[in-house]
């Protein structure tokens, strides 16, 4: 009998934490919801104003320093993402979407939230989909592991830089092009790599879209407006875009 969704099939070493309890699905919601209206709060009560472009981009900034976050965890807990793989492989052969809903849904204490290891199951539900993440070998292992490093402190000084204006605006724009740049590339060879390895194989294209496609689709869209907001502040020099 296959197992249920409503049960831990899973080990999770997370799970042995005690305390009051809460769903990914609504961390997910507060920490980008919250972190999003924390800034949208700072750059109105700074300037008086209400950008679009800086809450789109703020938006993107804080799920992008959220995923770093979990890049890091995926390489200091690379052996639980993988352990959890080999296992949820077996116990959800043909239904890994089952398993996805099942970590978005689980509650965990919330204090588990503040550790690496609880975002190794993310990766793990995600590796369902695309392999390589189990595998250090791999290029989407290896790019997303680079790029939590890499773009996480950078994120964070563009999207605080876009309201308290501590960098010269030529200085910031440098800075976004960079990290823009990084993530538009970096996600379209991401996509190239796994088109190319057939990893949709074996998964509805529903389900492939959903998991993958709807998770990797912010990477291309915003790091193209963030692109065109920091050639801006390099040939305006002044911080118009945002006011």
Known sequence: ???????????????????????LFAV????????????????????????PTQIALAFF??????????????????QDVRDGYDQAKGLYRGRAIEYVAEILTRPLPILRYFSLR????????????????ADK?????????????????????FAFGMTFHVLPARVLGIIGVIIFWQMFYGTVVYF???MN??????????????????????WLALPLLGLKVSIDLILGGTYATFL
């Open 197 to 218: 390895n057939r990893r949709y194989e074996g998964h509805s294209l529903r389900n492939v879209l959903l998991v993958v496609g709807v998770s990797n689709a912010a």
């Open 1 to 23: 009998m296959p197992p249920s969704t409503n049960q831990v099939t899973v080990a999770d070493p997370t799970t042995t934490t005690k305390g009051p309890a809460l769903p």
């Open 118 to 133: 609880a975002w190794a199951r993310v990766w793990s539900g995600y590796a369902l989909f695309d392999e390589s993440y």
């Open 28 to 51: 997910l919601a507060v920490v980008i919801g919250g972190g999003t209206v924390f800034h949208v709060w700072l750059h109105h009560r700074v300037h008086g104003v209400f950008s």
């Open 137 to 157: 070998r791999s290029f989407g292992y290896n790019i997303d592991v680079g790029n939590g490093f890499s773009t996480l402190v950078p994120s964070a000084i």
């Open 192 to 194: 190239f790599q796994y």
């Open 61 to 78: 900034l804080i799920i992008n320093i959220l995923i770093a976050w979990w890049e890091i965890a995926l390489f200091f807990c690379y």
